[in-house]
Structures are given as C-alpha cells and as structure tokens.
Nanobody, 114 residues
Framework: VQFVESGGGLVQPGGSLRLSCTAS????????MTWYRQAPGKERELVAGISSAGRNTNYADSVKGRFTISRDNAKNTVYLQMNSLKPEDTANYYC????????WGQGTQVTVSS
C-alpha cells in the first residue's frame, strides 16, 4: 500500500490550494478515502472523508464549508480543494483509506501565513 500526496505549499490567509493523493497497492475504488492533517505538537486530525463512489462526504467542523473532498477512481486519486485558508490550517496533510493502512505517505506541507 502506498500513498503519494502533493500540492501543498505556502499560501496567504484567504488563499486556496488543491491537494492530490495517488494511491496504489489496493483496490482504490472499493474503499472510503480520507484526508488527515497533523500540525507540530498536535495529534493527527481527520479532516474529510469520501465514500467509494464519491456520493457521500464528511468533514470536520473546522473545515466545513471551506474544504471539498473529491476522487477520481480511474486515476486512483483523491483530492482536497481548500479555500478560505486560515493560519490554523497549517499542517502536514496525509491521505489514507478507511480502515487506515499502517503505511502512511510522506504527506504534503501546507503553510498559511502572510
């Protein structure tokens, strides 16, 4: 099982980023997929999830209305569109399947700062 996250960077408050995560080693289209984030000194936090066919999504209260999770099963890829970013969104962002694999990717760093 492998996850490769990309798309992070430095952005000003109020800006947007689109994260991507390409997965391999399992039947992607049959799994609920999730995005997590971890800020320095904090526990890993579940941010968003999407059902296998993409019909159902769930979000943490802290990102609801600002973040959108989506997926392309033909590309084994899950996305996280992040709008109206805030400094408290600064973290390393990871994707995983549900139930989570023991193997995590390197994540992609998102820094929101002026």
């Amino acid at each position: 099982v492998q996850f490769v996250e990309s798309g992070g960077g430095l952005v000003q408050p109020g800006g947007s980023l689109r994260l991507s995560c390409t997965a391999s080693g399992f039947t992607f289209s049959t799994y609920y997929m999730t995005w997590y984030r971890q800020a320095p000194g904090k526990e890993r936090e579940l941010v968003a999830g999407i059902s296998s066919a993409g019909r159902n999504t769930n979000y943490a209260d802290s990102v609801k209305g600002r973040f959108t999770i989506s997926r392309d099963n033909a590309k084994n890829t899950v996305y996280l569109q992040m709008n109206s970013l805030k400094p408290e969104d600064t973290a390393n962002y990871y994707c995983n399947k549900q139930p989570p694999s023991l193997y995590w990717g390197q994540g992609t760093q998102v820094t929101v700062s002026s």
